[in-house]
């Protein structure tokens, strides 16, 4: 099965036991970021200097990347030239995980249950009733990161939100960080991928700096 690259943020910051999201504002930003990175490596949008355009609206036959394309492209039209990738990061990180759940469940991935806690406050909670997606994602991760394969570009990208978004721990929390920090790194600053993915990259990581320096000065 492929996943996006939000759903699979989403799958390491899910907790195993009660399905609660973990490190929440970290992971809105990284799965945001993921939407955006995953249509830039589909070709469907381009980030420049910061700047976020259109430029092939063909959908991509997978439902969470083309409901934010189109979303995107509403948004970025009629505006006098791209608009700034940081000011959609901000617009759709606290949607953008229920819409990335929302997809997991509708892979039969994940469930839903509520719970009241403290007897007046419901919650939504989403145990994993496919293991398997999540199992085979950390293996992947760990192949590239603490055995040192060379990693996939979908992989490298994936190493590289989770360590702009500092969520190093969610998807090593066993290993110490002084353990994998350094290589998480060195796969975000590597010649892994052809120059137009690691600008992608690279435009991603600076956006998710901004807004989360933004959002700590608010």
Excluded: N
């Excluded at 955006?36 to 200097?49: E, H, I, N, T």
């Excluded at 992989?155 to 350094?182: I, M, N």
């Amino acid at each position: 099965m492929t996943v996006t690259l939000a759903e699979e943020i989403m799958l390491l910051s899910l907790d195993e036991e009660s399905g609660a999201v973990r490190a929440r504002q970290s992971c809105e930003w990284a799965a945001a970021g993921g939407i955006v990175l995953d249509l830039a490596l589909a070709g469907k949008v381009s980030v420049d200097r910061g700047r976020i355009t259109v430029v092939d609206t063909a959908p991509t036959e997978v439902a969470l990347l083309d409901d934010r394309l189109r979303m995107i492209d509403a948004w970025a039209s009629g505006r006098g030239g791209p608009r700034k990738v940081t000011a959609w990061l901000t617009k759709d990180h606290r949607k953008v995980v229920g819409a990335a759940v929302e997809s997991l469940q509708e892979r039969g991935v994940v469930g839903q249950e509520q719970r009241t806690v403290w007897g007046m406050f419901p919650v939504q909670r989403y145990p994993e009733v496919d293991g398997t997606v999540e199992r085979e994602l950390r293996a992947r991760l760990g192949r590239v990161v603490l055995r040192r394969a060379a990693p996939d570009v979908r992989s490298a990208g994936l190493v590289a939100l989770l360590h702009g978004a500092k969520l190093h721990r969610l998807a090593f929390p066993d290993v110490p960080s002084r353990e994998v920090v350094p290589r998480m790194r060195e796969i975000s600053e590597g010649q892994w991928a052809g120059e137009s993915v690691r600008k992608a990259i690279r435009e991603m990581q600076s956006a998710m700096t901004a807004v989360a320096l933004a959002t700590m000065r608010s």
